[in-house]
């Protein structure tokens, strides 16, 4: 079963300009993490964000988590035409070390 | 960094044939590894998690008898598919964590099943 949405489910946006996605996950989580996925490809793990933080950098990458509201946002900022891909939230269900994915985002950024 | 092969990375069978999706951790042991199936333009669906040494367990709805896996080592996984048809065509990923407490995963390449 599927953790929770993912919006937009599609985004596209010129070269240069910032990509936000959002994440919403429905139990109690100990981390959530960010995905990428090339077209027929397998995933990338990008950033993990653990319960008792909100806010997290990794280069051009900045995800935010609200614990409260069960949420989380991907910004990518001064995108890149080689960012256009799939990105996906997922949380792991209680210690049982399954990763449960969202929807999806599938983003696509116009050189 | 860690690495998973999955092979192969595309498959054609005929229906009613089996067909094997090997994953293997190259550089580290994976007492556990996870199945994965994504049909176009969706998400991943968990299938089953494979435990090294003993059974694998299924997610529900997830026909065991249909969808095998044996995890007989520490660095392979497979996942065969009995007797498939044209429905279980689909992309086929596994991941591994590199330590149980690690909170990680490495996903292989993805197998892309197609049954005609």
């Known amino acids: 079963s599927q953790q929770g949405e993912e919006d937009p489910q599609a985004l596209s946006i010129q070269e240069g300009e910032n990509a936000t996605m959002n994440c919403s996950y429905k139990t109690s989580i100990n981390n959530l993490q960010w995905y990428r996925q090339n077209s027929g490809r397998g995933l990338v793990h990008l950033i993990l964000i653990r319960s008792n933080e909100r806010e997290k950098h990794s280069g051009r990458l900045r995800v935010t988590l609200d614990t409260s509201k069960k949420s989380s946002s991907l910004l990518i900022t001064a995108s890149r035409a080689a960012d256009t891909a799939s990105y996906f939230c997922a949380t792991d269900r209680g210690n049982t070390g399954k990763l449960i994915f969202g929807q999806g985002t599938t983003l696509q950024v116009k050189p | 960094g860690a690495v998973v092969s999955q092979h192969p990375s595309r498959v054609i069978c005929k229906s009613g044939t089996s067909v094997k999706i090997e994953c293997r951790s190259l550089?580290?042991?994976?007492?556990?590894m996870f199945w994965y199936r994504q049909f176009p333009k969706q998400s991943l669906m968990l299938m089953a998690t494979s435990n090294e040494g003993s059974k694998a367990t299924y997610e529900q709805g997830v026909e065991k008898d249909k969808f095998l896996i044996n995890h007989a080592s520490l660095t392979l996984s497979t996942l065969t598919v009995t007797s498939a048809h044209p429905e279980d065509s689909s992309f086929y990923i596994c991941s591994a964590r590199e330590r149980v407490d690690s909170y990680g995963y490495t996903f292989g390449s993805g197998t892309r099943l197609t049954v005609v």
């Open positions: 550089d580290f042991q994976a007492t556990t």
